[in-house]
């Protein structure tokens, strides 16, 4: 039953009389239109449409520029009553909303019709002129419209699709089409709402809103008196394109309503916040405050709220009508205060019914007149908060997933789900409104607002049908695709999210054609777009990050065939692109993925490394060049393993071309004649024992830096060269570094007892020699040495230009990285009195300041980040900077910086140092024999139980015995083998030896397994294996 009061006096409150200035509800009886009851009643300023149940429509009130719809007797101007409008007979009517002076009402087919003041284009017809004649808004035909919302002179469309349209005048931007344009006589797409799955538009007087599914609500138009509730920094007053409201952000709005210049929204808990204008008191509180406020006076949660020009009416869940502001027109000059006095009521809805007959309420507020719907039990089951009324954009839902599963091959069940199928995974909105997150879970800068398990969960049963399989993926091929927005509002582009689910649902054969165009959008966003996407990707749980990054591999592994024969390709660049955007991410992803989890390993099967190399350095001489395909322009596809060679095969095909170079200029002199010989091709380093350290400074002091690129040869002085021999590099290396890196050489410094060595802030040593020791270390890696060094992962940080954290104090001191990580996480107010810290520090057995004065400035909660952020930059930087500089300068003197880039930290300390990953069952099973050995002769069977008995020490001396390191090489034990063989004369008093160069273990017949473990470790504990025996040739 439909009660009105208010203002009557053009016939809008159509009660047929003048009206009702009281504030006793008038119960309305509508004589003219019988039957149904009426459903949802609109309000111009002079005018009033009502839609019954049967989707009839009917007007009353002014008609001057023909908004009632329909032509009135000669001389006449206004209808009392509502009668019907003929020319929409035919039609069944679902929606309505009226402007200042024109109307506008939908279909069920989803048809635009207008009619009224046309002035501004606000009826969309393509025409500026009125119209008494509802007219279908052609250009709107092709979509199907669920909501449409009026401004004074301009109206907004919602299809069911998820696009927004707007058109009529836009003197202060209410179209929201991102700048000052004139009037649009037809509907514009607002093209910066795409993707974001709306449940709403609304309009003020020349203000518009949209509100999100997950509650969040976008404002543009005039904002003189700030009605679109945005902070001061965008208080402009005339605002041309959707802005975010962010103080309603986390207020998990449902509904908002717009009067001429103020703004009610209602929140899921039922809360009323009001903005603007309050000239009327219509905002109902009395805070001087511009943004949004809560009316408090309200009793009870609020389940309807609608807003007249210069009034709000809200019901309360009790059945309690509040009335705030002027809801009658001003005949009167009254002073300023008086015309500015709020003025409130409050109605029991209850009484204007018998009792128990209040089962639901509408409410509907116009300029002057407003009008309430008591449903009955039937109509109010879906209207219980102004929300439920709302026509909502398709999306998914468990019915709709059943119907299509059950559906008959061939039916007509099945035809009508395939448009269904079609329409929801055609549209960002609307797949991304299938699977929004409940508004109380999601909190937009933390959380994704999606529900991805779901998803896939969903998806998978899907995609079981085969017939709806197929449905989806041209759906997304032609147009899902086409139409991902590149918006950068953060609703928008949780569609990318869901994109990926989809691609993997619909099975390996679909992936790379959908993942190609999948990062065609990705790549296309703006760069704003991009760093929202990306905050997404970093927050993802693993297995869905991780899904997305499977997905591209498949499209790189799909496309590898294009290497050679379109080696110009520029989709495999497109996939590495995105692949290179989730690595980067993946570095401060919340649930950070594995770096191998990136690596592509068919890729080194597939192509020839050299010539990738080559591409690689193509590329860097011709940036433009881009769609040339280089997997080293990627380089986490490869792993540590591949990276290594890529590094060996560029320090071999530099000394192979510096030979060339040599044996050529050797060749020219010869056939002139001329008996001097070229320079050197190879740079052989003759050492002294007694004297390793002093003689590899010397030498390496007076070097020509062009020495270094060449192939390295180590002779040790009065012994026999071994000039082909990677042993004697091997027993160099590891013999320098043994020496230098301990504590009495003076050169570096070490936290506690077992902790990695680390630079100290005052050396006692001189500067050069740590660009000498970088020189040393540089060669080392490019010689294919690995020997162990005691540094930690944060020197190969710094050495790639990463920032050491806290973790890697934790590794260079546990003691003081367990202090840090104590401050950090202590919240309590004690801090300061407990720790009694300040910025003043003890490293080195030296006092320094982190900051100027430090000693007077304690850590508390407040500066405790900052404490810890600053300690970390001087342990690591600034106390380090001059020799570590010095250091880094000689480490690249010997490698090609962009080069080694290639490599995480990780993995180049792996490369450098090697690691401990024993497996002692592997190492056994490659053991290679000579002579009379095998695997399965008495001694060899002797041996592998006497050595799996030993101490994790004395199998760490016996590699250093046999290989000359204990570090395990990135190729892994697999690739490190022994080889195993009997002496020239047996005997069992001879002590097993080793021949370094080729990692031969020469091991005698011995009678017994206590015999053998006797001479094993007397071997292992007094010799190294090393320049005491020459090859086997």
């Known amino acids: 039953m439909l009660f009105g009061w208010g203002d009557g006096s053009y016939g809008q409150l159509g009660s047929g009389e003048e009206g009702a200035s ?100 606000q009826l969309g017809t ?158 109902g509180h009395n805070s001087s405050k511009t943004g949004p406020q809560k009316i408090d006076e309200i009793d009870g949660p609020v389940s309807h709220v609608s807003c007249g020009s210069y009034h709000t009416l809200c019901v309360s869940a009790s059945g309690q009508l509040w009335s705030f502001g002027r809801d009658l027109p001003q005949h009167t000059e009254g002073s300023a205060s008086e015309s500015r006095q709020e003025k409130r009521r409050c109605i029991d809805l209850s009484a204007l019914l018998a009792p128990n007959e209040l089962l639901g309420v509408q409410v509907f507020a116009g300029a002057y007149v407003n009008f309430v719907n008591m449903c009955q039990a039937s109509a109010c089951a879906s209207a219980a908060t102004s929300f439920d009324v709302l026509p909502r954009i398709s999306q998914l839902d468990r019915g709709l997933i059943e119907k299509w599963k059950s559906a008959e091959i061939g039916s007509e069940a099945q035809q009508n789900a ?140 799909a496309l590898l065939p294009c290497y050679k024969l379109h080696p110009k390709d520029k989709s495999s660049i497109l996939i590495l692109k995105l692949l290179k955007k989730l690595y980067k991410v993946n570095m401060k992803a919340k649930c950070r993925l594995q770096t191998s989890t990136f690596c592509i390993d068919e890729i080194p099967q597939k192509i020839n490394l050299e010539e990738d190399f080559w591409r690689w350095e193509l590329h860097k001489k011709i940036p433009e060049e881009d769609s040339l395909i280089s997997f080293c322009r990627f380089p986490f596809v490869y792993n540590v393993s591949t990276k290594r060679e890529i590094l060996y095969y560029r320090s071999f095909a530099v000394q192979e071309l510096l030979k060339v170079k040599a044996y050529g200029e050797l060749d020219k002199r010869w056939r002139l004649r001329n008996s001097d010989l070229p320079e050197c091709p190879i740079f052989t380093l003759k050492v002294r024992r007694h004297c390793l350290v002093e003689d590899t400074w010397h030498k390496l002091s007076i070097l020509e830096d062009s020495y270094l690129k060449k192939h390295l040869l180590v002779q040790f002085e009065n012994e026999t060269p071994g000039y082909e021999d990677e042993g004697f590099l091997v027993e160099f290396f590891s013999e320098v570094f043994e020496k230098v890196v301990q504590p009495e050489y003076g050169m570096f410094m070490y936290c506690e007892s077992t902790s990695p060595m680390w630079f100290p802030p005052k050396p006692s040593v001189e500067k050069n020699k740590y660009f000498l020791f970088g020189i040393l270390c540089g060669l080392s890696i490019a010689n294919g040495v690995t020997a162990y060094i005691p540094f930690p992962l944060a020197v190969f940080k710094k050495l790639l230009n990463k920032k050491p954290t806290l973790s890697d104090v934790k590794e260079l001191s546990p003691v003081l990285g367990r202090v840090l990580q ?111 050995y095998s695997p399965t002769h008495p001694t060899i069977k002797m041996f592998w139980e006497v050595f799996h008995e030993l101490s994790l020490e004395d199998k760490k001396h016996f590699l250093v015995f046999v290989c000359g390191s204990d570090r395990i090489p990135v190729t892994g034990m697999e690739f490190w083998k022994i080889t195993i063989c009997p002496p020239a004369s047996p005997s069992e008093d001879l002590i097993p030896e080793a021949w370094i160069c080729q990692c031969v273990f020469v091991l005698p017949l011995y009678s017994t397994k206590q015999k053998l473990k006797e001479k094993l470790l007397q071997a292992i504990s007094n010799n190294r294996g090393f320049g005491k025996f020459a090859c086997r040739v």
Request: charged share 20%; hydrophobic share 40%.
């Open 418 to 557: 395939k448009r269904e199928i079609e329409e929801i995974f055609s549209s960002p909105p609307c797949l991304t409104a299938s699977f929004l997150q409940t508004r109380s879970d999601v909190s937009m800068d933390c959380f994704i607002p999606v529900n991805l398990q779901e998803a896939r969960e969903v998806l998978k049963e899907l995609t079981m049908r085969d017939w709806i399989a197929h449905q989806i993926n041209s759906s997304l091929l032609d147009h899902l695709f086409p139409a991902l927005p590149r918006s950068s509002h953060q609703e928008a582009l949780a569609i990318f999210l869901l994109v990926p689910e989809c691609c993997v649902a619909l099975g390996a054969r679909r992936i790379p054609s959908l993942a190609l165009r999948f990062a065609e959008a990705v790549t296309g966003l703006s760069k704003g777009s991009s760093n929202i996407l990306e905050n997404y990707w970093s927050l993802l749980p693993g297995p869905f990050l991780e899904q997305i990054v499977q997905m591209l591999k498949t499209c790189v592994s």
């Open 22 to 121: 009281q504030p006793v509800p008038l119960r309305l009886h509508p004589p003219a239109v019988g039957g149904p009851e009426a459903v949802l009643v609109a309000c111009g300023e002079r005018h009033t449409l009502l839609l019954f149940a049967d989707g009839s429509l009917a007007s009353c009130g002014d008609n001057a520029q023909g908004q009632l719809g329909r032509k009135l007797p000669a001389g006449r101007q206004r209808c009392y009553l509502p009668e019907p409008i003929q020319a929409l007979e035919v039609q069944t009517i679902v929606y309505i909303s009226c402007g200042k002076e024109h109307s506008l009402a939908i279909s069920s087919q989803g048809k635009v019709f207008s009619w009224g003041a046309g002035g501004f284009g």
């Open 822 to 932: 104590t401050v950090l996480e202590r919240d309590h107010d004690d801090l300061e009195d407990m720790c009694q810290l300040c910025y003043s520090i003890s490293w080195d057995s030296k006092d320094v300041d982190l900051i100027e004065n430090g000693i007077m400035t304690a850590v508390n909660n407040a500066n405790k980040k900052d404490f810890v952020d600053k300690y970390v930059d001087y342990i690591f930087n600034k106390s380090v900077d001059d020799v570590f500089s010095e250091f880094k300068r000689g480490f690249y003197k010997v490698l090609d910086e962009q080069l080694v880039g290639i490599f995480e930290p990780e993995q180049l300390m792996e490369v450098a140092i090697g690691n401990a990953n024993y497996d002692w069952d592997l190492y056994e099973k490659s053991a290679v024999y000579w002579d009379i």
């Open 126 to 283: 393509g025409k500026l002129k009125d119209s008494s004649t509802p007219k279908k808004i052609d250009a709107l035909s092709m979509y199907n419209v669920i909501q449409v919302a009026c401004g004074h002179y301009h109206s907004i469309a919602l299809t069911k699709d998820g696009r927004v349209f707007s058109w009529g005048q836009n003197s202060h931007g209410q179209l929201g089409l991102g700048k000052e344009l004139p009037s649009q006589a037809t509907p514009c797409n607002i093209s910066s709402l795409a993707g974001i799955p709306l449940a709403q538009v609304a309009a003020g007087g020349a203000h518009s809103f949209v509100l999100s599914h997950s509650g969040v609500v976008y404002g543009w138009g005039r904002n003189n008196a700030h009605q679109l509730g945005l902070n001061q920094k965008t208080s402009k007053e005339q605002i041309f394109k959707p802005y975010s409201v962010g103080a309603l952000r986390n207020l998990d709005v449902t509904y908002v309503s717009c009067g001429d210049e103020h703004t009610a929204v209602l929140t899921k808990s039922g809360n009323v916040f009001t903005f603007g204008d309050d000239s009327a008191g219509q905002l």
